[in-house]
C-alpha cells in the first residue's frame, strides 16, 4: 500500500532544531496540502516542517547544519558603555582588595564589594528579601542568590 497523499499524524523525516539532528516527525499541520508543522517524536519539540534535501552535501562534524560564523570583532552598544560607566563610577570609591568572595550561602549587605568567580567585583546595590540580592557588575546587573537576612526581632529572640 503505497500512499503518496501525507495527512496529519503521519510520520516523516526532518531536521530538528532541538536536536539538531535528523529525526522522525510526526504531521501536525498541513497548508495548502504541503507539511507546514511537525513534532519531533524522540524531543517533543514542535516547529516548522525542514525537508531533508538528499542532494545537500552532510555538513562536517556532528552532522548538523552548519552556522554562519559571526564578526570576530567585538562591537560594543551604547548601553553596554553606559552599564560599565555606572559601575567605574560605583567601583571608584571601592576598594576590590577588600572584597569578599562570592558564596550562595553568604550573607551580604548594600555597598559591599564581592568577587564572583564568573562575573569579577561587583557592588551590592541591594539586599532582597527572601535571600536575594542585586549586584553590579562591570557587564551590567545580576540577581544573585545569598543568605536570607535575618531581622532584629528575630536575633534578639534567639
Same mark, same amino acid.
Given at each position: 500500500m503505497d500512499r503518496t497523499r501525507i495527512d496529519t499524524g503521519d510520520e #516523516?523525516?526532518? +531536521?530538528?532544531?532541538?536536536? /539538531?539532528?535528523?529525526? #522522525? *516527525?510526526?504531521v501536525v499541520a498541513l497548508v495548502d496540502?504541503?507539511?507546514? !508543522?511537525?513534532?519531533? /517524536?524522540?524531543?517533543?519539540?514542535? *516547529? /516548522? +516542517? !525542514?525537508?531533508?534535501d538528499p542532494s545537500a552535501p552532510k555538513a562536517a562534524g556532528r552532522g548538523g547544519a552548519t552556522r554562519k560564523k559571526k564578526p570576530s570583532g567585538t562591537r560594543r552598544t551604547a548601553s553596554a558603555k553606559s552599564l560599565e560607566s555606572q559601575w567605574e563610577a560605583a567601583m571608584a570609591e571601592k576598594d576590590p582588595a577588600n572584597s569578599r568572595t562570592y558564596s550562595m550561602d553568604g550573607s551580604f549587605e548594600e555597598g559591599e564589594v564581592i568577587e564572583h568567580i564568573k562575573f569579577g567585583h561587583g557592588l551590592v546595590s541591594q539586599v532582597i528579601a527572601g535571600g536575594k540580592m542585586q549586584v553590579l557588575f562591570k557587564d551590567g546587573p545580576k540577581r544573585l542568590i545569598c543568605a536570607p537576612v535575618r531581622s532584629l526581632a528575630k536575633s534578639a529572640s534567639s
Open positions: #516523516v523525516d526532518s +531536521y530538528c532544531g532541538q536536536c /539538531k539532528l535528523e529525526r #522522525v *516527525h510526526n496540502g504541503e507539511v507546514a !508543522k511537525v513534532i519531533c /517524536k524522540m524531543c517533543g519539540s514542535q *516547529h /516548522k +516542517y !525542514k525537508p531533508i
